[in-house]
């Protein structure tokens, strides 16, 4: 057998282990979001439950690998050698693809991808074949795809966007009817039948739709549960709820708790029974043709790769529960080690938060047209309602009240009831489709399910609304841009192969191969970067002794960069070095972004203060305005020298530099004292930074006082004077601003005081 073939496989191979990291890491956003934003346990735990779920899910998917062989080409009109060109430009489009939509953060449709991938790379292969034979036209492409089933999966693809949010929706709505906000202090049966009602629909979808692709099963245990559904269904509902009842009543368990822990266990199962395909179905149905081409009891004739043509792949495979099993075992690491698969995890979370969160997106034309309908529509339907009923309602969707003492970060982004619906839906609604081997959108489903219900959940109020639907509005849009890229790259990649043979092969693998490891090191450098010292906290203190203490690590940052900023701005204007300054404006870009996330806190910050520590509000914030005033003056000098220089300016002087240089040696003593005083919390150090105010402020008027004689005798370039009298002004702003902040701590900090903090502590 021709070599090259032999290398694709084991090609193929490394491709669907690397596929199926790249993968996991998009899709673990399908089965976490749920429990991770209800924080319902432990991340430990969930984690466990989780990677129990992905590996029984695993061996449930063998029927789902028929999509990859036959469910959008025909392989009867394929030889090998083309069936093989195909799976390859799949798997090398496909893990190219998922990895820059995972190094963006955004959740993207691994279905959709293979899907449009398979169609793209067949497309574009049988083209090719009908151009080099002349009894053929366009109009044979048909021939080549299975147009039903493909349009079938397409319009499944689509529709499932419009279910599962309406579903989810009106689930979420009599969900909350039923048990409000307050579900805990509820009657014991109330959860008791939620729960039953709960478990049930997801053990059936699960046990019963799920099982007869199951591997490990055997047919009579099949036939057996197959044939008793309906008292399957009774019993298993009374069942849970008598068990839920007891668990409630004498173990005190948190019933919402299990639903979540079992919700999960069933999403994991569904997304990996389902989504498998998408991973290594390319390489299973490589390797069967591989296997059948080899095989003298199939190729009886002996035929050429480019002559024996594919009608075995038509037929049902089993195929090997090992293959199963290890990639059962490579999803489960890497739900464990990847950390792409938390930024992915964050987008969804935060787009269905229940609270106010510094939104991801901004709103658009479109999404603010749609909140105004949306709000006139409702306001028309309230109209009809009687205003006995709308008080019940609102009384059932009124949130109940936490205490100060509680921290945002530690609240959850919605709680136990909604997750609950989140898992439910989604896990029934997947197993649905797997069950009718429909390779439904995982990613779709559980996202669309998810704004559904913090939709009906009133989750998106007046603050948020735009933003969010904003947000869902980028994600769908990321989602076709998939489906139009995963086509045309795919069909890009078959063209190469088709021509270029091996030696394109081992060309697009080195390629695949260095952009893999570029994002990596660029992703792990990102979050180096986040985790970085010099990183702005928020304060959580509720008294004025208690924010001197934890913003002094801000001021002492905010320093240190601002010091790194104003230094590398001068010398990238004495040098002409646009490289630094583009990385200064960078920087000086992210100080103020973080700046503003500390002002857009104060909200959360007033509503933890204690009642008679208010004043503490008014220090807190005019120290932010001190750090944003100083943040804006850095900004400045840094923009304006980018400017300069990418604008191909003459050079500052000679003499302008060394002056420019004097105050950067001269501020460098001044911010370098100053960080030392708050770094260390010796706030007495502070008075003497104080005085040396006088000194510098009439270094600075000198400076001034100069440039304008050059300007009146010598100075011939209008750029450079406009530029060096705004970097002189801003840096005495710059210097006003840090006086000022200086002065606020020297004149109200009191070490005699013991600071009041928020307690973190769970009553």
Sequence with gaps: MDNLYTFMIIALAILAIAD??????????????????????????????????????????????????????????????????????????????????????????????????????????????????????????????????????????????VVAFSVGAIVQYVSRLLLSFNFNQKPKYYGAIFSGFAVTSIMYFILIKGIKNASFMNDNLKSLISSNTEMTLIAGFVLFTIISFLLIQFLKTNIYRIIIIVGTFALAVAFSGNDLVNFIGPTTGAYQAYVDFGNPAINTAGLSATEFTMESLSKKIHTPTIILLIAGLVMVLTLWFSSKA????????????????????????????????????????????????????????????????????????????????????????????????????????????????????????????????????????????????????????????????????????????????????????????????????????????????????????????????????????????????????????????????????????????DEPSVSASNFYLSILNNLQDMAQSLRYISNSSYKHVNNNHKKLKFSQIKELKEIDDVFEKLLLDTNEAFSSGSFDKIGAVLGTKPEVFNMLTEKIQKQVERTRTEESSPKNTTLYFGILLETKDLLTATMSLLEEYYNSHDDSVEPATVSTEEE
């Design 342 to 609: 938390k930024a992915v995890v964050k987008t969804s979370v935060d787009l269905a938060r229940q609270d106010n969160v510094k939104e991801r997106f901004e709103p658009n034309f479109l999404s603010r047209s749609i909140v105004r309908m949306t709000i006139a529509t409702s306001e028309a339907v309230n109209n009809l309602i009687p205003d006995s009923a709308k008080r019940i309602i609102d009384r059932q969707f009124k949130e109940p009240v936490l205490t100060a003492a509680v921290k945002k970060e530690d609240m959850p982004a919605f709680d136990m009831v909604r997750a609950a619906v989140n898992l439910m839906v989604a896990s029934v609604l997947i197993s649905i489709a797997t069950s009718m081997k429909l390779p439904l959108s995982t990613t779709y489903v559980t996202f669309m399910v998810t704004m559904g219900t913090s939709l009906a959940d009133r989750a998106w109020g007046s603050e948020s609304a735009v933003y969010r639907v904003a947000g869902v509005l980028n994600v769908i849009g990321g989602w076709f841009l998939t489906a139009l890229s995963a086509f045309v790259a795919a069909s890009i990649m078959a063209v190469i192969l088709y021509y270029g043979r091996g030696y394109a092969l081992v060309a697009l693998l080195a390629f695949a191969v260095f952009v893999l490891f570029r994002n990596y090191l660029s992703h792990r450098k990102k979050s180096r970067i986040l985790k970085e010292e010099d990183s702005l906290k928020k304060a959580e203190s509720s008294s004025i002794q208690g924010v001197i203490l934890e913003s002094a690590n801000n001021i002492a940052n905010v320093v240190k960069r601002g010091n790194r900023i104003y230094t590398n701005a001068v010398n990238g204007l004495a040098t002409h070095n646009l490289k630094m300054l583009k990385k200064n404006k960078a920087q000086v870009e992210s100080l103020n972004d973080e700046i503003d996330d500390l002002k857009d806190n104060i909200f959360y910050f007033i509503k933890n203060l």
């Design 20 to 161: 199926l990291v790249v993968g996991v890491s998009n899709d673990a956003v399908n089965f976490l979001n749920s429990a991770i934003g209800s924080k319902a346990v432990s991340f430990k735990t969930l984690m466990i439950v989780a990677s129990i779920g992905v590996a029984f899910g695993a061996l449930s998917s063998s029927g789902m690998m028929e999509i990859a062989r036959k469910g959008i080409f025909v392989p009867g009109e394929f030889v090998f050698d083309e069936i093989m060109i195909i799976f390859m430009a799949v798997m090398i489009t496909d893990i190219l693809l998922l990895d820059f939509f995972n190094t963006l953060g955004l959740p993207t449709s691994t279905t959709v991808s293979i899907v449009f991938e398979l169609l793209g790379a067949s497309v574009c292969v049988a083209i090719i074949k009908i151009s080099a034979d002349n009894s053929q036209s366009l109009l044979d492409l048909g021939n080549y795809i299975n147009n039903e089933k493909a349009i079938e999966i397409i319009l499944g693809i689509l529709l499932s966007v």
